[in-house]
């Protein structure tokens, strides 16, 4: 009886941290509202568009102002960071972004310029 009540719990255990670990691997998925500041433009607002499809993370800018979209040409997803990369401007670019908390992420265009994102909250 105690082998089975022991086999129960460690059962669970995994469980609940393989369930744990689903949801920080999806803490980056959803829309974001993204600021780079101080570049040579000035800063840029856009919407990051991240989803898992076959397990990978995929995702765009989109600036709503000027009705363009940025498709990422690579994600690389680490422990507690993402980085992105994408073609704009002519360049090959990259951004990497770390959580602050539930809400918000910071990171660093090609390790130059600040960036600062807010998840954005979807309506009911």
Known sequence: ?????????????????????????????????????DTPMGTISLVLTLERVD?????????TQANTTINMSQITEVENSVTLTFFAEGMDLYLTLNPV???????????????????VKKEN
């Open 1 to 37: 009886m105690k082998l089975l009540s022991h086999l129960l719990l460690c059962f669970g255990l995994v469980l609940f941290s393989s369930m744990a670990m689903a949801q920080d691997s999806d803490y980056f998925v959803g829309d974001w509202d993204v600021q780079i500041k």
């Open 55 to 63: 397990g990978k993370l995929v995702g765009k800018f989109v600036n």
């Open 101 to 119: 908390d539930e809400e918000n992420v910071s990171g660093l265009l090609m390790d130059s310029f600040s960036v600062e994102g807010k998840r």
